[in-house]
């Protein structure tokens, strides 16, 4: 079945900073992926996705591309900032369900 | 405020006892959703409705838990005789086409 790895948190990065956040997958067929992300407190929130092979998804900066040569959907974005502290999820889907890893937690400083 | 809403959001009680959660999705999605999520993990699927139909339930899922959705519209999700295991945030997603929306959570604490 479907699954997910995630670089292995906690990421501590100085505000401004170049973010990547590694995901690879395995998955039987061609899933649709997911980064969702949980700010403290907060209850999870779709950030981006991607439907098929080469798919860019982008939202508030943050960048992925469906890779299916590598199988492979990094998280990226260029500058990031104290308010992106974040825990962040890449998750394909499977069977109409979404598959979750364990998170990578970002604490970005001022 | 149109967005997943679950009650309570913080629920305490005692080992042995039944809990209910509710969940109220975006109206317009067929799709209904429970996750389990404990502290530095994922969300964990525990099972999903399509309208009124309990289409999926998770293996780990014991016979302890049950879920409904009687009308195609809210969902209730019932813990019997409660563990301290049972101890997590349990989150409610909808969705009409591929992507979940999920709403807050209810933290549930088994003493």
């Known amino acids: 079945g479907n699954s997910v790895t995630q670089m292995e948190g906690p990421v501590t990065l100085s505000e401004e900073a170049f973010l990547t956040i590694n995901c690879t997958y395995t998955?039987?067929?061609?899933?649709?992926l997911f980064w969702y992300v949980q700010y403290p407190g907060e209850g999870l929130q779709l950030l981006l996705k991607?439907?098929?092979?080469?798919d860019k998804g982008s939202n508030k900066g943050f960048e992925a591309t469906y890779r299916k040569e590598t199988t492979s959907f990094h998280l990226e974005k260029g500058s990031v900032q104290v308010s992106d502290s974040a825990v962040y999820f890449c998750?394909?889907?499977?069977?109409?369900?979404?598959?979750f890893g364990k998170g990578t937690r970002l604490h970005i400083l001022p | 405020d149109t967005g997943v809403s679950q009650n309570p959001r913080h629920k305490i009680t005692k080992r042995g006892q039944n809990v209910t959660f509710r969940c109220d999705p975006i109206?317009?999605?067929?799709?209904l959703y429970w996750y389990r999520q404990t502290l530095g993990q994922g969300p964990e699927f525990l099972t999903y409705?399509?309208?009124?139909?309990?289409?999926?339930k998770s293996r780990l899922l014991s016979d302890r838990f049950s879920a409904e959705r009687p009308k195609g519209s809210f969902s209730t999700l019932e813990i019997q005789r409660t563990e301290q295991g049972d101890s997590a945030m349990y989150l409610c997603?909808?969705?009409?086409?591929?992507?979940?929306?999920f709403g807050p959570g209810t933290r549930l604490t088994v003493l």
């Open positions: 109206s317009e999605h067929n799709r």
């Open positions: 997603a909808s969705s009409l086409a591929k992507e979940q929306f």
């Open positions: 998955a039987t067929g061609y899933p649709s």
């Open positions: 998750a394909p889907d499977r069977d109409d369900k979404i598959i």
């Open positions: 991607a439907t098929k092979a080469d």
């Open positions: 409705f399509q309208n009124e139909a309990q289409l999926e």
